[in-house]
């Protein structure tokens, strides 16, 4: 169950790409994750008190809150600095490179310090998605705009592409801190209470920021994309789930492999909602995600 959870997280944050793509060019990156971020919030409490589980989050271990919450907090942060790389450079630059660093070392931290050695199948597909990610972004167009709603940038000088590219390995690196301290927390948390606590935090945190800097409240910008910014929200639950369900149940390697072919997803949607034109590049990565996927989910 693990495994078809990883994927289906990666169909659902493409989705939420796709969704969100519509929104103003008032809305910057801040509005999108606090909207994420609180709305999912909301929902999250909403289960936990159908579920029963509310009351436990109260009652997780610290050693599992810390991590959980420091989780929460590295990746809110390599999220930002994601979007702030798509801002400096092009897409075809920053997604391949993220994505293919975030994968590669998932991977090996995993194997060194929470002892999940990686198997055959999990370092063949994980190659092949990289290869994936990469041809799927080979334009500059933003077709495979993931984790965002920003419009495709305009191509910027030399200087620029290479702070883009710096930022966007500097996100890899935040998102693979992330990606094994929510695994270490979730040893012991139920995945719905892990959820909770990974959006609190945040949330928490986003309520000074809102009052210290008024331009980054979502009511400033909540006319006219309220619609897009919701459902975009509604998604992020879903795949904030369907995350923590997917460590809870497979290995940190496998899932990490899988919820990277969400370019591909992107590239699908973008076709099917959007009327975007599938090129030679964009079907050749979608053909190597799709075997990444088939050897990770066989020889594992």
Do not use: C
Not at 22 to 47: D, E, M, R, S, Y
Not at 130 to 146: E, K, S
Request: net charge positive; aromatic share 8%; no cysteine.
């Amino acid at each position: 169950m693990g495994e078809l959870l990883a994927l289906l997280n990666a169909i659902i944050w493409a989705l939420t790409g796709v969704v969100t793509k519509g929104v103003g060019k008032n809305v910057k990156p801040i509005h999108i994750v606090t909207t994420q971020i609180w709305i999912g919030l909301l929902f999250l409490l909403a289960i936990g008190l159908v579920t029963g589980q509310i009351n436990e989050v109260v009652q997780v271990k610290l050693r599992s809150a810390l991590y959980l919450a420091g989780g929460a907090l590295v990746n809110t942060a390599g999220s930002l600095v994601f979007w702030l790389a798509l801002s400096r450079s092009t897409v075809s630059k920053v997604y391949p490179t993220t994505q293919s660093i975030f994968i590669s070392i998932s991977v090996l931290a995993g194997w060194l310090f929470l002892g999940d050695s990686p198997k055959i199948g999990v370092i063949g597909g994980a190659i092949l998605i990289i290869g994936g990610v990469i041809l799927l972004n080979w334009q500059a167009d933003g077709v495979a705009q993931n984790k965002t709603s920003l419009a495709s940038t305009p191509k910027r000088g030399p200087r620029g592409d290479y702070i883009g590219i710096g930022l966007g390995v500097a996100t890899s690196l935040l998102w693979a801190g992330g990606f094994l301290s929510t695994v270490v927390g979730l040893q012991d948390t139920p995945p719905v209470v892990a959820a909770i606590i990974r959006n609190l935090v945040p949330a928490i945190l986003f309520i000074p920021l809102a009052i210290a800097i008024p331009s980054s409240r979502v009511s400033k910008v909540f006319k006219g994309n309220g619609i897009r910014l919701i459902l975009g929200a509604v998604l992020f639950v879903a795949s904030a789930l369907s995350f923590v369900v997917a460590l809870d149940n497979a290995p940190p390697s496998v899932v990490v492999v899988l919820i990277n072919t969400a370019p591909m997803w992107a590239v699908v949607f973008a076709m099917a909602l959007l009327k975007e034109r599938l090129n030679q590049y964009a079907l050749a990565g979608a053909v190597l995600s799709v075997g990444g996927i088939f050897v990770t989910l066989v020889f594992r």
